[in-house]
């Protein structure tokens, strides 16, 4: 049997870790190649609370940052494609789909893993990155027995948004949810990678709440899978039975 590899197509460093970190980690601990493709440094995130650089000095911090976290979830080092944070939307389309087509020729995962289209919390470079990764996984059809066999999307289900007062996310019926991945297993890895991300941490009031509503809004990932071809899909595997 081939290796398993998934690719997550995400915008900012903390993407990763944040939405679908435990997921990537448990994935990894069952030998799948798990790489994060990031489109920008994240250069207009904060330089936290008080400061930890000064805003030059930002873009190579939040990449330290990321390689930080992708080491604590256990996968591989990740790839960027640099372009500038807040500014997708005016990014020449046909290029980045490209760049994502690229490294997914060269990746060859099977399930690629992104943003849903109104970014979950509408936020204009997530959108961006979202429409780039679905036009890349229709254009990757050429790639035999590699050819992508699925596309999910980042999720939070309604009831997960109702309990916690996240009126701010677009959530989704509960029955829309394809996938829900307890991750109390890579629960401390988890905490680890967002720890890495030491810029962006007062950034995040869930962090601040308690621990029981830390653990509704981060110790289960949600995902919707919204395109799939002939193939094994290997992230049902995560689902229980």
Do not use: N
């Amino acid at each position: 049997m081939s290796e398993s590899r998934v690719l997550a197509v995400l915008a900012h460093p903390d993407d990763e870790t944040f939405r679908c970190g435990g997921t990537l980690a448990l994935l990894a601990r069952r030998s799948v190649r798990v790489q994060v493709l990031t489109a920008t440094r994240g250069e207009a995130g904060s330089c936290g609370d008080p400061p930890l650089c000064t805003p030059g000095e930002l873009p190579a911090l939040r990449e330290q940052e990321l390689r930080c976290a992708c080491a604590a979830l256990g996968i591989k080092p990740p790839r960027l494609l640099d372009y500038h944070d807040g500014a997708l939307v005016g990014v020449d389309e046909d290029e980045a789909v490209e760049r994502v087509l690229k490294v997914i020729r060269e990746l060859r995962p099977q399930v690629l893993i992104t943003w849903p289209p109104d970014g979950l919390s509408g936020h204009p470079d997530h959108v961006a990155v979202s429409h780039w990764t679905e036009q890349a996984f229709h254009r990757a059809v050429d790639l035999g027995s590699d050819t992508p066999v699925a596309l999910y999307h980042l999720a939070v289900p309604h009831s997960v948004a109702q309990a916690l007062g996240l009126a701010q996310l677009h959530a989704i019926p509960d029955e829309d949810v394809t996938l829900s991945v307890d991750v109390m297993d890579v629960w401390a890895q988890k905490l680890a990678a967002i720890r890495c991300h030491r810029t962006q941490l007062g950034e995040s009031p869930i962090l601040a709440a308690p621990e029981a509503r830390q653990r509704l809004f981060l110790g289960r990932e949600h995902f919707r899978r919204v395109e799939a071809r002939q193939g094994r899909d290997f992230l049902m595997a995560l689902h229980p039975e």
